[in-house]
C-alpha cells in the first residue's frame, strides 16, 4: 500500500484558484438571474422586473437582458449606497434617478432588438466607471 504524503497546508496555487472561480461565478450568478426574470414568457401580462444595485461606481450587474417588445420595470437599488444615482440609457431618452437610500423604479418597453449603453449621468460618476449595457432581444 502507498501513502502521500499531505504537509497539511493547501498551497498558495489552490486557494488562488479556489478564489478565482469564486470570483468568476457570482457576477455571472447576478447576469443570469437578471436574464431570466426579464426574458421570462410565463407571464406575459406583468411587466419582467430587472434590479440593477447602484454603488460607488458601479452597476451590478452591468449587462442586462429584456425581451423586445415586452414592458419591463427597470428598479435602481440605491438602497447601500452612499450618494445620489442615477441610470440613463440615451439611445432611448430614458432616465431614473435614486437618492442615496434609496430604490426608484420605472417601466420601460422597447421594440427594437439592439445594444443600448447605460451610466449614471451625475458629474464624474460615468467617468468613474458607473457603465453598462442593456441588450434588447428578439422573443
Given at each position: ?22 470570483a ?12 431570466v426574470?426579464?426574458?421570462d ?9 430587472v ?7 458601479r ?5 442586462v ?6 414592458v ?22 430614458f ?16 421594440e427594437?432588438?439592439g ?5 449614471c449621468?451625475?458629474?464624474g ?5 458607473m457603465?453598462?449595457?442593456l ?5
Open positions: 500500500m502507498v501513502q502521500s504524503k499531505k504537509s497539511g497546508r493547501d498551497s498558495p496555487f489552490s486557494f488562488m484558484m479556489a478564489f478565482s472561480l469564486a468568476v461565478a457570482m457576477p455571472s450568478v447576478t447576469m443570469a438571474q437578471a436574464q426574470s426579464a426574458l414568457p410565463s407571464n406575459e401580462t406583468k411587466p419582467a422586473e434590479r440593477i444595485v447602484s454603488t460607488e461606481f452597476f451590478s450587474p452591468a449587462t437582458l429584456v425581451a423586445a417588445g415586452r419591463v420595470t427597470l428598479v435602481l437599488d440605491n438602497s447601500g449606497a452612499e450618494t445620489e444615482h442615477g441610470l440613463f440609457v440615451p439611445g432611448l431618452g432616465r431614473l434617478q435614486a437618492k442615496a437610500g434609496e430604490i426608484a423604479r420605472k417601466n420601460i418597453l422597447v427594437k432588438p445594444k443600448y449603453d447605460y451610466n449621468d451625475l458629474p460618476h460615468r467617468d468613474a466607471g457603465t453598462g449595457t441588450i434588447v432581444v428578439d422573443r
